[in-house]
């Protein structure tokens, strides 16, 4: 019984990391106004732990950001970008698993 209950631990401890998912979301981000403006969201979005690739599109008004969502999620995205000056809000997800 001991043998089995440390054995399912470890199980359950080393299947961990598979659990992680990439996730890719889109955030509408309205404020931009000008050319510059995806400059200083796409800056704030790469300063959040966790985020690996982001992609402001200043005519469409958005920026589409991976990140692998055990170190941050979409809240704290948007938080970011709010507190850039330029509040978003989530457009569309998806999530991958590795």
Request: charged content about 20%; glycine content about 4%.
């Amino acid at each position: 019984m001991k043998k089995s209950l440390i054995a399912t631990t470890l199980l359950m401890v080393f299947s961990l990391p598979a659990l992680a998912a990439e996730q890719t979301v889109t955030l509408s981000v309205p404020g931009m106004t000008c050319a510059a403006c995806p400059i200083t969201v796409n800056a704030a979005l790469n300063q959040v732990d966790g985020v690996s690739s982001v992609r402001v599109r200043y005519e469409e008004r958005d920026a589409t950001v991976t990140f692998d969502d055990t170190k941050t999620n979409v809240e704290e995205l948007t938080q970011a970008t709010k507190n850039a000056g330029y509040p978003s809000s989530l457009k569309q997800s998806q999530t991958t698993q590795e």
